[in-house]
């Protein structure tokens, strides 16, 4: 019985993340145009629907394929290797916080535009952040000694290559040297636990353990581009009004947070 009730509850969580999300968010693209304006996120005139549904809403299909493919990419990783308990206390957060946060964001911390801010890009990239925990959490349970150290390392390797790839400065000094060296200095300080990383991966292929070896490989690679895949890390004087990045961070932040707090609360 118990057995059951878990398997049914697993398969409540593929029904919401792979079937009921996707069908929200396809049924609000196909709504005619002049029903879609009451959702639209105006930084002047913020209504509460406004700043839930606009984060769900899109108009253009290439805009609408592109968040819909990126959220199905990471909702796959995540179910392949996240606990099921961390998935479900994930949900109610992921889904009802992070609109509030990125709509609040973006109305206080974006230039001031009378543009309409809209797309499901902003909880994506909230998906992006909880991903980096959920492969820390995997990293972790297969090598007990794996601490925040690990974490943290990805996250500076984020920031190292998107600030160089688009030349970030402060005060006109280049940034990505700095988080390169301290990149650089954590994977000293980790050595040894990347070398039994490494030996873990190289066991894995001896034993002919490849599909495990390959899986554990693209995890690391899309947790260290988490970051780098959603947009510039640029100054806000420099935002393309056509961009959203504050949302896209604020998301990516409020899902790593998440992550976090409920790894936090399992211990």
Known sequence: MVV??????????????????????????????????????????????????????????????????????????????????????????????????????????????????????????????????????????????????????FIIFNLTLTTYVNHVTIFSIDLWPYLFVISVGIIAFMGNYIFSLLSLLQNHLKSKRIHEAFVISLLIFFAILSLFSLAPLVAVSQIDSGTNLIGHYVGYICGLTIGLLIAKSQE
């Open 4 to 153: 059951m009730l878990k398997r049914n509850e697993n398969i409540v969580i593929y029904i919401i993340l792979l079937l009921l999300v996707p069908l929200f968010i396809t049924l609000l693209f196909l709504l005619p145009p002049e029903m879609k304006d009451v959702f639209l996120l105006y930084q002047n005139n913020p209504t509460i629907i406004s700043v839930f549904f606009s984060n769900y809403l899109h108009i253009t299909f290439n805009h609408f394929a592109a968040n819909i493919i990126f959220y199905f990419i990471l909702t796959t990783l995540i179910l392949k290797i996240d606990e099921q308990i961390r998935i479900k206390k994930a949900l109610i957060p992921l889904f009802i916080f992070v609109p509030f946060v990125v709509s609040m964001g973006t109305i206080w911390l974006y230039p001031k535009t009378n543009d309409p801010f809209l797309g499901f890009s902003g909880i994506v990239a909230a998906f992006a952040g909880y991903f980096l925990t959920s492969v820390w959490i995997f990293l972790k349970r297969l090598k007990q000694e794996t601490d925040e150290k690990v974490l943290f390392l």
